[in-house]
């Protein structure tokens, strides 16, 4: 188990330092550089610019520096926020998104899982058409729709909550309500076919051959090894929902991290995009070591092997 | 006695949304409570880059800047674009050449540090410091010696047009005369900076200082910074030392960068508003049929246009340039397609640069010339012209015009146009890189006079991007930079115009102007052609 996590740390840490060489490569190969304005800027301010940012070096000086400064953990500043650290960004924009973020991940399994346990225990009734009809419609509605539909209903119409902002303690309830359904579509599909499956297997007939109640079958029995693909949808899910959703952001004008990854392509602040992208992988690295670790703990057929 | 359960659960489930939905109906919204703390609540498109006036290029930190500084002159209280005591109490000018500034007397920093001359010798040396890297450095160029300082070519600052002639008086020298000092001077490429609060935290020409944060920054305008919550919110308040805090009314400003333009049209109907910086262009028509109390239009000193690559054949020929100018009905593309108030550009320089200028109105719209024009440089009816691309940054407003105009001369020229759009960064480095053929330009005034839009059509001057020249246009330009004669000036300007608008290196299509929404108890916030804001006359009356 010792092995198994370190042998994992030890991935993900070379999975990190290659994400921050493709984005960085990446970064080299967009035209257009960091210094962009649409009016044109002095040789003089350019060539200063260039050189306080380090843009003049070689680019395996360059590329050297970027990992100094992550293995330092002596973080960069961004070239379009002047004077501000990518790390000062980062911890700005990552608590407001992880605080929607977690909220709608609870949502999505509030709704999710119950929905999709529902379908499952009554396959092909009305109820089971229902509920998988409202699921594929929770999939197929963009954010960029759902999104302007709540805040009007809720927002400008009933006018319960704020339409956008992040200034009243209640005003993460409609970007999480807006990711939570989104998702929770997923998980309710997610569940209904694994439930399903499981429900079908031999151990389950025996269970009930023992006498046990539907109820103790379903979820003592069942529900165990059901939920372990919505386990693994989730790792990568939570990161996703975590590191803020742009568009959710946007619509809801939520200070998060979402809309500053998007600023950074847009604005050509490639050590911002390099930060938000490793940050970003570090927690999907974390995640799946989690879930790993959780699904071992839940499925003793399961064993970790470094 | 289960149905009585039941009941009971409904009755209480049906109460409780119903006591929800009042308690949260009757809450006051934020533009409410606002009022009643005298603060204005203003969208502001994308968060500030930096706060820094040296070190800022963008809209976002020019609405604010009025705010927190103040140049020499300062937008007057009843007209933004005119001249009002600033830092300076008063000025004289000699020839428009030689300009002595007498400054406030009790001219102080928000710290209370009294504001000098020296304050603004510093300013101007740290901005044509070249290690500084300021994008608007070349702003203080009719400065005499500045290009030269910024450049490097000389090294003594003193040699630079600008001195101390006491504590409260500075004078400044330029190159030529330029009567539109007074207007150039609002830009906050202009304004001062403190040097007690940059070297506190570094060094003069750093740039990643934290003189700007909100525990450290010292400023001399009518409200200083109280919070700066990143993407969120910037707050400034009133500075009791600014020396006409008597006239100013609000309590303080809320800026809140609002990057989409239907959240913030949202937000704004949402009650968290007073003014928008912007609103969704696809809902303009709407508002002005419906005669909104909220929609407001102002022209603005901006122009949209399209620029040809002269470096590219067939747009080397003159002829050809200005047989697409003419094919554009520009008329229409204002009434059908942008709908905005925009006006039919009939020249460069947007009307009410100066009353005296006369703008040379020769874009018009004329097939037959066209058709014609087009024959003479060996296209007749559009035979034989290569298929090339109108290049445009993705967006689709500009998309929509640009297929307008590719339709426009499909029809009346019969030549192949195509549209390409680019992301931002992509399609400027292809300007730069004469890699187009032709491409959406668009150039905003920075003060009120011709030359702000002429002067970038000099042969090689690093905004041209057309690899169009004339001696000529050079030769009139330069003039004008030493005419002492005001009419003569503009006469010389109007001259280089014509000449520009007949070769057509570029075709203007519209000026612009400023759609918002504005709430009505907001009181002297006024329109201005430069979008400058003199914030200390805005008062919330509601």
């Known amino acids: 188990m010792i092995r198994f996590i370190v042998s994992r740390i030890v991935q993900g840490i070379i999975v990190i330092f290659a994400v921050i060489t493709i984005t960085f490569a990446l970064s080299k190969m967009v035209p257009g550089g960091a210094v962009r304005n649409e009016r044109n800027i002095t040789e003089e301010a350019r060539k200063a610019q260039e050189e306080y940012y380090g843009l003049n070096k070689p680019w395996i000086v360059q590329l050297g520096l970027q990992f100094k400064h992550y293995a330092t953990l002596d973080l960069p500043e961004s070239y379009h926020y002047k004077g501000r650290g990518v790390d000062e960004i980062i911890a700005s924009g990552f608590p407001v998104s992880a605080a929607v973020g977690g909220a709608a991940l609870l949502i999505a399994l509030a709704i999710g899982v119950p929905l999709g346990a529902y379908a499952a225990l009554r396959p092909n009734t009305f109820e089971d058409r229902s509920s998988t009809l409202a699921a594929t419609l929770g999939i197929c509605t963009p954010s960029m729709v759902l999104g302007p539909l709540i805040a009007l209903l809720f927002g400008l119409k009933l006018r319960w909550f704020n339409a956008s902002g992040w200034f009243d303690a209640s005003d993460w309830v409609l970007p999480a309500l807006t990711l939570g359904v989104i998702y929770s579509a997923y998980i309710a599909r997610l569940t209904r076919g694994s439930l399903r499956e499981t429900l079908a297997q031999e151990f389950i007939r025996t269970a009930r051959a023992k006498g046990a109640s539907e109820g103790a079958v379903v979820f003592l029995h069942a529900m165990k090894l059901a939920c372990l693909p919505v386990l693994n949808y989730l790792g990568p899910a939570a990161a996703g929902l975590l590191t803020g959703s742009f568009i959710v952001e946007t619509v809801f004008q939520l200070p998060g991290l979402g809309q500053f990854f998007i600023a950074a392509a847009t604005n050509g602040d490639h050590q911002l995009t390099i930060a938000i992208s490793t940050f970003y992988a570090a927690l999907i690295v974390t995640f799946n070591l989690l879930v790993d670790i959780l699904q071992a703990a839940l499925n003793p057929r399961i064993r970790l092997q470094a | 006695m289960r149905w009585l359960f039941r009941a009971l659960i409904f009755i209480l489930l049906c109460g409780s949304i119903a006591w929800f939905h009042h308690v949260r109906t009757h809450r006051p919204t934020r533009v ?31 609405m604010i800047f009025h705010s927190l500084f103040e140049g020499l002159i300062a937008p007057a209280p009843n007209h933004p674009d005119g001249d009002a005591p600033g830092a300076a109490a008063s000025w004289t000018s000699d020839n428009f050449t030689v300009w002595t500034f007498k400054l406030q007397p009790e001219g102080k920093w928000s710290d209370g540090k009294p504001i000098t001359a020296a304050d603004f010798l510093y300013a101007y040396q740290r901005m044509l410091t070249a290690q500084l890297g300021a994008d608007y450095a070349s702003m203080l160029y009719p400065m005499l010696n500045a290009e030269e300082y910024h450049t490097g070519k000389i090294k003594d600052f003193s040699k630079v047009g600008v001195k101390e002639l006491d504590p409260l008086t500075l004078q400044i020298t330029l190159k030529g005369p330029a009567p539109y000092l007074p207007s150039m001077i609002k830009h906050y490429s202009w304004f001062p900076v403190p040097k007690h609060a940059i070297e506190k935290f570094g060094k003069m020409t750093d740039r990643n200082t934290r003189w700007t944060r909100p525990a450290n920054m010292v400023c001399n305008g009518p409200f200083k910074l109280k919070s700066w919550q990143v993407n969120q919110a910037l707050e400034v308040e009133r500075n009791p030392h600014y020396w006409d805090a008597a006239t100013v009314k609000l309590n303080g400003i809320i800026f809140l960068p609002i990057s989409s333009d239907t959240t913030e049209e949202l937000a704004f109907h949402d009650g968290q508003l007073h003014v928008t910086l912007t609103m969704p262009l696809s809902k303009i028509p709407a508002y002005r049929e419906s005669k909104s109390p909220y929609y407001h239009n102002d022209p603005l000193l901006s122009v949209y246009m399209y620029r040809c690559n002269t470096t590219k054949k067939p747009f080397d020929n003159p002829l050809v340039r200005r047989a697409l100018a003419l094919a554009i009905d520009r008329e229409s593309i204002t009434r059908n397609i942008l709908r905005a108030g925009q006006q039919p550009a009939t020249g460069l320089t947007p009307p009410g640069c100066t009353p005296a200028y006369h703008v040379p109105n020769i874009m018009r719209f004329d097939p037959t010339e066209a058709r014609r024009l087009l024959a003479e440089a060996g296209f007749p009816d559009g035979k034989g012209f290569p298929p090339f691309d109108i290049l445009i940054n993705t967006s689709e407003a500009h998309r929509s015009l640009a297929e307008a105009v590719q339709a426009m001369w499909k029809e009346h020229l019969h030549i192949p146009a195509g549209v390409l759009n680019q992301d931002w960064g992509v399609y400027l480095e292809s300007q730069r890189r004469f890699d187009y053929q032709i491409a959406r330009f668009g150039w905003v005034g920075d003060y009120l006079d011709p030359s702000t839009f002429l ?21 009139l330009i330069h003039q004008s930079f030493q005419e002492a004669d005001a009419a003569k000036r503009l006469q010389l300007l109007s001259e280089a115009e014509t000449i520009l608008l007949n070769e057509a290196p570029m075709m203007p299509i519209y000026w612009y102007t400023h759609s918002y929404l504005m709430r009505p108890e907001v009181k002297g916030l006024l329109p201005s052609l430069l979008d400058h804001r003199c914030y200390k006359a805005v008062e919330l009356k509601p």
């Open chain 2, 32 to 62: 409410e409570a606002a009022n009643r703390a005298g603060i204005l609540l203003a969208g502001n498109g994308s968060e500030p880059a930096t706060l820094d006036p040296q070190l800022a290029s963008g809209q976002p930190e020019h």
């Open chain 2, 455 to 475: 002067t970038i059509w000099q042969t090689g001057d690093g905004n041209n991007n057309t690899g169009w020249g004339s001696k000529r246009y050079d030769e």
